[in-house]
C-alpha cells in the first residue's frame, strides 16, 4: 500500500480508538489508500474548492482528499467514536479540514457552502462532493440533493460511492431493467455514470454486496417541472410498474387520458417505456 501522507496506518487508527463498524449506521470502512485516492481521483481535479464528505470514518477518504489537492474538507460524521481520529487529521492539515458532529439528513449543507463562499468573497461559489456514503442513507441524500432548490444547486458534482443495484437504478434509462423512480429523478436533473467498482473484500467488515462508484454531475438547465408533482406521478406510475399507465395513474384523480393524449404518450404504454421527458410532459400535463 503506497503512504499518502505521515499519518499512521489506518488499521492502526482504528484498533487505537476502538472504530468497529457499526451496521446500525450502515459503515463499512474502505482501509486501502490506494482505494480511497482512487475515488478522490475519480471526482476530478481540485480547483481550490471545497469538498463536502458524509461519513468519514477514521478518515481514509478525508485523507485521500486532502493528498489530492482539496482546499478545504467539510466532513459530516454522526458517529462521535469518529471525531478524536478526524481531530488528529485536522491537526495534521490546520485550516483544512472541518469536522460536523450530526446526521447528514438533518445538516443545511447547502448553508454551509453559502458561507464558506461568502467568507472567501465568492458568492455562489459551489461544492463538490466526495463520498463513501453510509448505505442505510445513501439514497435519501442523493433524493435530496437532486431535489435542491434553486437550481442550479449547491454542488457542482458528486462522486458517491453505492451498492451496485443502487448505482444500476441511479444511471438507468427507459432501456434498461433497473429502471423506476431513482433514474427519472436522476435523469431529469444530472447526467450519472458509473466509473468502477469495488468488491467486499476491499472493505472492512466487507459488506454482502458489491459496491460501485458514481458521478453525478447537475444538469444546468433541466426540463421545467415540479420536483413534488414529478415525484407523485413518477411514484404512481412505476408502484404498479406492470399494468398500463391508464390504469396505473388512476390513483391521481381524473383526466388520466386527457393528460396522457396532451403529453403524447399510449395509454397502453408502462412506467418502464417512458422517458425523463416524457414523464416531465405527463406531469406538466395532469397540472
Request: charged share 25%.
Amino acid at each position: 500500500m503506497t503512504a499518502i501522507d505521515d499519518l499512521p496506518p489506518l488499521r492502526d487508527v482504528i484498533a487505537r480508538h476502538g472504530l468497529s463498524a457499526l451496521k446500525s449506521l450502515g459503515q463499512n470502512f474502505l482501509l486501502d489508500l490506494n482505494l480511497t485516492s482512487r475515488i478522490a481521483r475519480a471526482s476530478g481535479a481540485f480547483d481550490d474548492e471545497l469538498v463536502i464528505e458524509v461519513g468519514p470514518g477514521p478518515g481514509g477518504l478525508t485523507r485521500a482528499l486532502l493528498a489530492a489537492g482539496a482546499r478545504k474538507v467539510v466532513a459530516i460524521e454522526r458517529d462521535p467514536r469518529c471525531l478524536a481520529a478526524l481531530a488528529e487529521i485536522a491537526e495534521r492539515h490546520p485550516g483544512r479540514l472541518e469536522v460536523i458532529e450530526g446526521d447528514a439528513l438533518e445538516v443545511d449543507i447547502g448553508g454551509l457552502v453559502a458561507a464558506d463562499a461568502a467568507a472567501r468573497g465568492t458568492p455562489g461559489a459551489r461544492a463538490r462532493i466526495c463520498a463513501n456514503l453510509p448505505y442505510n442513507v445513501a439514497t435519501p441524500l442523493l433524493v435530496g440533493w437532486l431535489r435542491a432548490d434553486p437550481w442550479p444547486p449547491w454542488w457542482s458534482s458528486a462522486t458517491l460511492m453505492f451498492q451496485r443495484e443502487v448505482a444500476e437504478r441511479i444511471v438507468a434509462t427507459e432501456a434498461d431493467d433497473a429502471y423506476g423512480r431513482l433514474g427519472v429523478l436522476a435523469g431529469w436533473r444530472a447526467d450519472s455514470k458509473i466509473l468502477f467498482d469495488l468488491s467486499p473484500q476491499a472493505f472492512t467488515p466487507p459488506p454482502k454486496v458489491t459496491s460501485s462508484v458514481v458521478r453525478v454531475v447537475p444538469r444546468a438547465a433541466p426540463l421545467a417541472v415540479d420536483p413534488d408533482r414529478l415525484e407523485r406521478v413518477v411514484a404512481a406510475a412505476f408502484g404498479q410498474r406492470r399494468k398500463m399507465l391508464r390504469q396505473s395513474l388512476k390513483p391521481l384523480g381524473p383526466g388520466i387520458l386527457e393528460a396522457l393524449a396532451a403529453a403524447r404518450i399510449e395509454p397502453t404504454r408502462r412506467a418502464e417505456e417512458i422517458d425523463v421527458a416524457g414523464f416531465v410532459r405527463l406531469t406538466n400535463a395532469l397540472g
